[in-house]
């Protein structure tokens, strides 16, 4: 049966040749090993989409470690069961499959960890520029996309209007400071436990 791997470094300046020597090792073809620069938060990722829409029926996907694959619980959950409903494997290098029920509990529960461990981080950073700016100090740099901004250009990514690049250019900011405002507005309505689509 088919495999394919994908591959995921955040930057460009981080080396996925770990990862692609695991694959090699598995005796994955250098044609259907597909590598990917993108941050683990960021919604925009070409490469695994056209990955997924390639698997067939029979074919196993496997990745290095889970964070590799999906950028949240959620988004972990969404593809596992789609690939599980359109009869496709899943594995990683370290050890994870999703067959059998054991397979499925334990990618749950280690996805779960995960996102505890973020929302923990989280809550700390808050916490920690509310001490600041309560003793006179100010954390991070200015915004350049005021809060409206942010959800003016939300809804322009979202609803399919316009493509990241477009928006960045409409607000006068980079792409990378758009990413950055949005994940920090997404994290901020999480830890208020509000409803958004950006972590989605």
Request: overall charge positive; proline content about 3%; aromatic content about 4%.
């Amino acid at each position: 049966m088919p495999t394919y791997f994908y591959a995921r470094v955040s930057t460009k300046t981080q080396d996925p040749k770990s990862q692609v020597e695991a694959a090699r090792a598995r005796a994955i073809p250098t044609s259907n090993i597909v590598v990917e620069v993108a941050s683990g938060a960021k919604n925009d990722r070409p490469e695994l989409t056209k990955l997924l829409a390639r698997l067939e029926r029979g074919d196993v996907l496997v990745t290095f470690k889970l964070d590799r694959l999906a950028r949240s619980l959620h988004h972990l959950l969404t593809i596992l069961k789609d690939l599980k409903e359109r009869g496709i494997g899943f594995e990683t290098i370290d050890g994870v499959s999703t067959r059998g029920p054991t397979g499925q509990l334990t990618i749950s529960i280690m996805g779960a960890v995960a996102q505890f461990e973020r929302d923990l981080m989280l809550e700390r950073t808050m916490a920690g520029l509310a001490v600041a700016r309560a003793e006179g100090k100010v954390g991070g740099r200015r915004r350049l996309m005021k809060p409206q901004d942010i959800a003016q250009a939300s809804r322009h990514m979202t609803e399919g209007k316009l493509k990241a690049r477009e928006v960045a250019k409409m607000y006068g900011v980079s792409e990378r400071s758009l990413w950055r405002n949005l994940r920090w507005a997404a994290d901020l309505k999480t830890l208020r436990g509000e409803k958004t689509q950006l972590t989605e």
